[in-house]
């Protein structure tokens, strides 16, 4: 809280008292003596402690300012200036406060919500938090600029609500990243659920399994799902698949460029730009592209090409019919042996067993090979499952060194806020387990072939 409220140079905060057990009362009292740029703190509530203000005296206070003050403070404002300092994640290192403009927030809303063929007889389903770009921009935005009905099924998410809310609410659209759809659909209640209402939707946040989508689609029945492809430094969507589009198209790419968005692939090292077929790193250039990271101009630097394209980071390859697919992330993808391997082609196959629910696949240190590829992997409910199984499944249709040398059943991932799986996390508990730190590998298995029988090593419950 004070990293942020200091690298912002906020003025004003506005909080409620306490969310499950956060006092946020008590936590800004804490950090408030550090902050002396903070001139107002502003109870959304009723009520607040010596030091802050009550909503209800806030909005007395409003009522000082003259019409003529709010009219000239309205001239002086353009569609360019930045209107959100929206802070990255944070799942590596401090958050990043990304600048976007009440341009490009709009027209974000708009084209994404257009693709849907949202209209006012829409009822959207929104449980992704409110702070993130999806919940803010794409979620009530969306809604607001199309005329659509807002649904919050819950202050937190709750796959149990969020079914509750589609059910009884009727809702036609439905918002969520994959982990969200996957409770969902794996919920216990699901089977007996109506859920006939749904017809659209937006699968975002990270990358959507072919599989998965397949489930949402024909399970849950939202036969109009999109997908949206993104980042916060985009405002965030830069591609989508279209409600009218084929359902291939939509299960097994990010669709196409918004309009007044320009997309490149672009070789990683060479910065050459690529052709259909051949990956790289997807850049975006247009109205969407954040004006840069507050304060941070290295960071600015970084992120931007001084011709405007900016770096997403993602490996991504362009078809011919113009639609992308996301194969991974730059920093994700893992060099065995000088064999590319790409994390989410091993994810993608792991999901078409029949036992499991989800896979994260990281890459772990190796002295022999640089990288050796490890799986984490989630059942299915009730599911039985072997690492032999999942190795013998992968040895039948992948090449040997994309096998996954380790093999880890879990419960769960570790997840951000907004529900986007942790990779750097289970890549550091995996090499901590595996005792990898000084490049060792555990006994009996250096030098062996991920093939061979004896590198069946990990076999452990959450």
């Known amino acids: 809280l004070t990293y942020a409220l200091r690298q912002s140079d906020t003025k004003a905060l506005f909080l409620i008292d306490r969310f499950k057990d956060s006092d946020y009362f008590g936590m800004i009292g804490e950090v408030r003596e550090e902050l002396p740029d903070l001139r107002w703190v502003i109870s959304m509530k009723d009520h607040a402690p010596a030091g802050m203000l009550s909503w209800p005296r806030f909005l007395d206070i409003g009522d000082t300012v003259h019409e003529e003050e709010l009219r000239t403070r309205e001239a002086e404002l353009s569609p360019s200036d930045p209107i959100n300092l929206q802070y990255t994640s944070g799942t590596t290192g401090f958050p990043k406060g990304v600048l976007l403009t009440h341009r490009s927030v709009l027209l974000n809303a708009w084209y994404v919500g257009t693709f849907e063929?949202?209209?006012?007889?829409?009822?959207?389903?929104?449980?992704?938090?409110?702070?993130?770009?999806?919940?803010?921009?794409?979620?009530?935005?969306?809604?607001?600029?199309?005329?659509?009905?807002?649904?919050?099924?819950?202050?937190?998410?709750?796959?149990?609500?969020?079914?509750?809310?589609?059910?009884?609410?009727?809702?036609?659209?439905?918002?969520?990243?994959?982990?969200?759809?996957?409770?969902?659909?794996?919920?216990?209640?699901?089977?007996?659920?109506?859920?006939?209402?749904?017809?659209?939707?937006?699968?975002?946040?990270?990358?959507?399994?072919?599989?998965?989508?397949?489930?949402?689609?024909?399970?849950?029945?939202?036969?109009?799902?999109?997908?949206?492809?993104?980042?916060?430094?985009?405002?965030?969507?830069?591609?989508?698949?279209?409600?009218?589009?084929?359902?291939?198209?939509?299960?097994?790419?990010?669709?196409?460029?918004?309009?007044?968005?320009?997309?490149?692939?672009?070789?990683?090292?060479?910065?050459?730009?690529?052709?259909?077929?051949?990956?790289?790193?997807?850049?975006?250039?247009?109205?969407?592209?954040?004006?840069?990271?507050?304060?941070?101009?290295?960071?600015?630097?970084?992120?931007?090409?001084?011709?405007?394209?900016?770096?997403?980071?993602?490996?991504?390859?362009?078809?011919?019919?113009?639609?992308?697919?996301?194969?991974?992330?730059?920093?994700?993808?893992?060099?065995?042996?000088?064999?590319?391997?790409?994390?989410?082609e091993i994810e993608e196959f792991l999901y078409t067993h029949p036992a499991v629910e989800s896979a994260q696949v990281v890459g772990v240190p190796d002295p022999r090979f640089g990288e050796e590829v490890c799986a984490w992997v989630k059942p299915r409910a009730g599911a039985q499952c072997s690492v032999e199984e999942i190795r013998a499944f992968c040895r039948e249709r992948l090449a040997y060194y994309k096998v996954p040398r380790y093999v880890k059943f879990v419960d769960a991932f570790p997840l951000t806020v907004t529900g986007k799986v942790q990779k750097f996390r289970i890549r550091e508990q995996t090499i901590r387990e595996l005792g990898l730190e000084v490049g060792d590998a555990p006994d009996g298995i250096t030098g062996q072939e991920p093939d061979d029988e004896a590198s069946e090593l990990v076999d452990v419950a959450s």
Not at 149 to 169: G, K, N
Not at 189 to 198: I, T
Not at 254 to 276: F, K, N, Q, T, Y
Not at 283 to 296: D, E, I, K
């Open 117 to 344: 063929a949202l209209t006012a007889e829409d009822r959207v389903c929104v449980p992704v938090p409110f702070y993130h770009c999806f919940g803010v921009v794409i979620g009530v935005l969306g809604c607001v600029v199309h005329g659509a009905a807002l649904l919050v099924p819950s202050e937190h998410f709750d796959a149990a609500a969020v079914l509750d809310c589609v059910e009884r609410e009727r809702a036609t659209a439905l918002y969520g990243v994959p982990t969200m759809f996957v409770a969902e659909l794996e919920h216990e209640s699901f089977p007996a659920r109506d859920l006939s209402s749904l017809r659209t939707g937006i699968m975002a946040g990270s990358p959507c399994p072919v599989q998965v989508m397949n489930r949402v689609v024909g399970d849950m029945g939202a036969g109009n799902l999109t997908i949206a492809y993104g980042l916060t430094e985009a405002s965030p969507a830069i591609t989508q698949t279209r409600a009218e589009d084929p359902v291939e198209t939509r299960v097994r790419t990010v669709g196409r460029p918004i309009p007044g968005v320009e997309v490149r692939i672009v070789d990683p090292g060479s910065g050459a730009v690529l052709g259909d077929g051949l990956p790289g790193e997807l850049q975006a250039r247009g109205h969407n592209v954040m004006l840069g990271y507050y304060a941070m101009p290295e960071a600015t630097a970084k992120a931007i090409a001084r011709d405007g394209w900016l770096r997403t980071g993602d490996l991504a390859v362009r078809e011919p019919d113009g639609t992308y697919r996301i194969t991974g992330r730059i920093k994700d993808m893992i060099v065995r042996g000088g064999e590319n391997v790409y994390p989410r």
